[in-house]
C-alpha cells in the first residue's frame, strides 16, 4: 500500500485555499491540461511520504506516529505566502507556513528521525512545510504562474491548528486519488 503521513487542515483554510485557487485560476490564462489543481478536500500538510509499504509495515508507521504525537504539544500554525518549486519555470504551486515553523520542524524532524531508525530511510531533501495548490504539467504556464504569484509572497491566509497527526493510506485513480486514515493521533 502507498502510504503518507501528515496534518490535516482545518475547514476555515480549506475554503481560503479553494478561494485562493480560484483567484490565481482566474488572474493567469491557463487550458485545463497546462496545471492540475488539488481538489482542496484533499489538501493536507506531508510531514513524510512513505511511498509503497508492505501491509503489515502499516502497523509499525501507526505505532511510531503516535509515540511521536504523544510527545509533542498542539500548536496554531501560520498558512502564509504563495511560493513555488521549480526555480524560473515553476512545477508546483504551493502556500507556505510561518509562525510556529519550528514546532512543525520539530515535530517532523522526531517522526523522520524514528522512522530511520525503524527502516524507513531519511529524506534527502530538506522538509518544508506546505500545502499543494496545483502541480504544473506544462513549462510556459509554469513561467507564468512563477512571475505572477510575485505579488502573494507577503499573503496571510490564516492560523490553523496543529493538533493532530494521521497516517493515509493514497489509491491513485484515474479520478484523483483516494485518502483513507489508517490512525489519527492528537499532539498533547
Given at each position: 500500500?502507498?502510504?503518507?503521513?501528515?496534518i490535516?487542515?482545518?475547514?476555515?483554510?480549506?475554503?481560503?485555499?479553494?478561494?485562493?485557487?480560484?483567484?490565481?485560476?482566474?488572474?493567469?490564462?491557463?487550458?485545463?491540461?497546462?496545471?492540475?489543481?488539488?481538489?482542496?478536500?484533499?489538501?493536507?500538510?506531508?510531514?513524510?511520504?512513505?511511498g509503497?509499504?508492505?501491509?503489515?509495515?502499516?502497523?509499525?508507521v501507526?505505532?511510531?506516529?503516535?509515540?511521536?504525537?504523544?510527545?509533542?504539544?498542539?500548536?496554531?500554525?501560520?498558512?502564509?505566502?504563495?511560493g513555488?518549486?521549480?526555480?524560473?519555470?515553476?512545477?508546483?504551486?504551493?502556500?507556505?507556513?510561518?509562525?510556529?515553523?519550528?514546532?512543525?520542524?520539530q515535530?517532523?524532524?522526531?517522526?523522520?528521525?524514528?522512522?530511520d531508525?525503524?527502516?524507513?530511510?531519511?529524506?534527502?531533501?530538506?522538509?518544508?512545510?506546505?500545502?499543494?495548490?496545483?502541480?504544473?504539467?506544462?513549462?510556459?504556464?509554469?513561467?507564468?504562474l512563477?512571475?505572477?504569484?510575485?505579488?502573494?509572497?507577503?499573503?496571510?491566509?490564516?492560523?490553523?491548528?496543529?493538533?493532530?497527526?494521521?497516517?493515509?493510506?493514497?489509491?491513485?485513480?484515474?479520478k484523483?486519488?483516494?485518502?483513507?486514515?489508517?490512525?489519527?493521533?492528537?499532539?498533547?
Amino acid at each position: 500500500m502507498r502510504c503518507f503521513i501528515a496534518i490535516d487542515i482545518d475547514e476555515k483554510i480549506r475554503k481560503a485555499l479553494a478561494k485562493l485557487q480560484n483567484e490565481l485560476q482566474g488572474k493567469v490564462d491557463l487550458k485545463k491540461s497546462d496545471a492540475k489543481w488539488v481538489n482542496p478536500e484533499t489538501i493536507h500538510l506531508t510531514l513524510k511520504f512513505l511511498g509503497e509499504i508492505k501491509d503489515e509495515q502499516a502497523v509499525d508507521v501507526c505505532n511510531i506516529t503516535g509515540d511521536v504525537a504523544s510527545r509533542h504539544r498542539s500548536f496554531g500554525l501560520d498558512i502564509e505566502s504563495v511560493g513555488h518549486f521549480g526555480g524560473r519555470s515553476a512545477r508546483v504551486l504551493w502556500v507556505g507556513t510561518g509562525q510556529n515553523s519550528d514546532k512543525l520542524l520539530q515535530l517532523q524532524e522526531d517522526l523522520e528521525q524514528q522512522l530511520d531508525l525503524a527502516g524507513w530511510p531519511r529524506e534527502a531533501r530538506k522538509f518544508s512545510g506546505h500545502l499543494t495548490l496545483c502541480r504544473i504539467r506544462n513549462t510556459r504556464a509554469g513561467i507564468k504562474l512563477a512571475q505572477m504569484i510575485s505579488e502573494y509572497k507577503d499573503f496571510k491566509l490564516g492560523t490553523m491548528p496543529a493538533d493532530s497527526v494521521s497516517v493515509y493510506q493514497s489509491q491513485l485513480t484515474p479520478k484523483g486519488p483516494i485518502y483513507t486514515v489508517l490512525g489519527n493521533y492528537e499532539l498533547q
